[in-house]
Nanobody, 120 residues
């Protein structure tokens, strides 16, 4: 059974930093594409950053230069270091895992989410 457990969310002032963690179990973590998504009420969930099994990363334009995604395959854990946080980063952040079978065929799982609130 796949489990993705996020931690590290909280309340921070604008300009501050947080580090999110996603601990995975029940999967072969090292071969999966991992990602962080976020969602605010009334809006679609959006990709924040993703990282492949080989460490290639992709970021939303809104977080480039401020957020860093990383993974530790030995610990089955993914991280999101968030610096220079802005009020518009306030959202529930979700951990995502994808197993690709082909370019367009994949299965995925989600964590329960962790709230990040940035005050101005």
């Amino acid at each position: 059974q796949v489990q993705l457990v996020e931690s590290g969310g909280g309340l921070v002032q604008a300009g501050g930093s947080l580090r999110l963690s996603c601990a995975a179990s029940g999967i072969i973590f090292s071969i999966d594409v991992m990602g962080w998504y976020r969602q605010v009420p009334g809006k679609q969930r959006e990709l924040v950053a993703s990282i492949t099994s080989t460490g290639s990363t992709n970021y939303a334009d809104s977080v480039k230069g401020r957020f860093t995604i990383s993974r530790d395959n030995a610990k089955n854990t993914m991280y999101l270091q968030m610096n220079d946080l802005k009020p518009e980063d306030t959202a529930v952040y979700y951990c995502n895992r994808r197993r690709y079978y082909s370019r367009s065929d994949y299965s995925e799982d989600w964590g329960q989410g962790t709230q990040v609130t940035v005050s101005s």
